[in-house]
C-alpha cells in the first residue's frame, strides 16, 4: 500500500520562504506523476504544481509559478516543494498526490494522498 506524508508547514511572514516535504513509502516517485495540490479555507482545491515520471517535467500554476519549486531526493523518496516570497494568498492545506495522468487538475485521478501540511502567511 503507497502511502504519503507531508511535513514542513508552518506560521510564517509575508516573504518568507518554506520547505513542504513528501515523502513515499510502498512504492517510489519514478512510477507514478506527483501532484502538489493547495485548499485554501472555502475554496476548490487547486493543483499548484506537478512533477513528472522520472522527474522530467515539472509544471506550475500562473499563481505560484517563479516562487515554487519542486525536486526530489530519491535516495530518501522524498519529494519537496521549495516555496519563496509567500503571501498571504498562499495560506492553504498542502497536500501530495500520486496519479498516472500527467498535469491532470482533477483530484479523482490521483490516487494516493497524504494528510496535508498547513502552510499559513500573515501580513
Known amino acids: 500500500q503507497v502511502q504519503l506524508h507531508e511535513s514542513g508547514g508552518g506560521l510564517v511572514q509575508t516573504g518568507a520562504s518554506l520547505r513542504l516535504s513528501c515523502t513515499i513509502s510502498?512504492?517510489?516517485?519514478?512510477?507514478?506523476?506527483m501532484g502538489w495540490f493547495r485548499q485554501a479555507p472555502g475554496k476548490e482545491r487547486e493543483l499548484a504544481a506537478a512533477l513528472s515520471l522520472a522527474s522530467i517535467r515539472t509544471w506550475y500554476s500562473d499563481s505560484v509559478k517563479g516562487r515554487f519549486t519542486v525536486s526530489t531526493d530519491d535516495a530518501k523518496n522524498t519529494m519537496y516543494l521549495q516555496m519563496i516570497n509567500l503571501t498571504p494568498d498562499d495560506t492553504a492545506v498542502y497536500y501530495c498526490?500520486?496519479?498516472?495522468?500527467?498535469?491532470?487538475?482533477?483530484?479523482?485521478?490521483?490516487?494516493?494522498w497524504g494528510q496535508g501540511t498547513q502552510v499559513t502567511v500573515s501580513d
Open positions: 498526490a500520486t496519479t498516472h495522468k500527467w498535469r491532470t487538475n482533477r483530484a479523482q485521478d490521483y490516487s494516493f
Open positions: 510502498g512504492d517510489t516517485f519514478d512510477n507514478y506523476h
